[in-house]
């Protein structure tokens, strides 16, 4: 008995109408899975644009809070530069202490640590400050005094008559720091000016340190 390969009636391959119904086919599973896919990377990159934004808010509030609790007492206030209560300002001071004497006749008077410490050089000493209108009427200020030099435990301070405090402490202070938001809704530190400066119009004149916190708002179509 002999077998006999059988030979194929017909050749492999799509007509046309099976092609057409796979490009059609092709075409509607793309148009659903292409929007599909475009909003999640959308989605995605929105996630990824609010947890920066969280992150630099955390840094920012972070930082505000840690200087303010080390601020110079009874110098925060809050007002206005672009819109209502937009800006918080304090004094910063980088030492706190208390003295046994102030001495002299005259301005420079001396002030004297009873610490055993050595006071930082800084611009300003404040001594007794009650209030923030006290500590921003620089150099007219009974508590807000410039520094002329630190020698030592003793600090010499600039004063039109000796000041006093009924509890004997007293800051010193690089000056005042102000947070604001500007017209792009950024939020800028300000530093390197005096007490009786404004942060948002001396700065070009005095050539005022302004770093910009990396705190923006968020695009309107991430919200």
Do not use: W
């Not at 840690?66 to 110079?72: F, G, K, L, Q, T």
């Not at 004094?91 to 001495?103: E, K, M, N, Q």
């Not at 002329?148 to 006093?164: D, E, I, L, M, W």
């Amino acid at each position: 008995m002999f077998l006999q390969q059988s030979k194929p009636t017909s050749e492999n391959g799509f007509t046309i109408i099976e092609l057409v119904i796979s490009i059609v086919l092709v075409g509607i599973i793309a148009g659903i899975l292409v929007p599909i896919i475009f909003y999640g990377a959308e989605g995605y990159q929105q996630q990824v644009a609010r947890k920066e934004l969280v992150s630099r808010a955390r840094l920012a509030l972070e930082r505000m809070s840690r200087e303010i609790r080390e601020s110079v007492p009874n110098s925060v206030r809050v007002s206005s530069t672009i819109q209502v209560n937009d800006t918080v300002e304090f004094g910063r001071a980088v030492f706190f202490s208390h003295y046994s004497s102030i001495t002299g006749g005259s301005s420079p008077y001396t002030l004297n640590d009873d610490t055993g410490l050595t006071p930082p050089s800084t611009s300003f000493v404040v001594i007794y400050n009650v209030s923030p209108d006290d500590f921003y009427a620089y150099p007219s200020s009974s508590s807000t005094f410039s520094v002329a030099g630190v020698s030592g435990s003793q600090v010499s301070v600039n004063a039109s008559s000796k000041p006093h405090s009924s509890t004997r402490r007293y800051q010193m202070c690089t000056g005042p720091i102000a947070y604001a938001r500007n017209a792009a809704s950024e939020l800028i530190r300000y530093s390197g000016y005096n007490p009786g400066q404004n942060h948002s119009t001396d700065r070009k004149s005095k050539r005022l340190n302004s770093s910009h916190i990396p705190l923006s708002r968020m695009p309107s179509s991430a919200c």
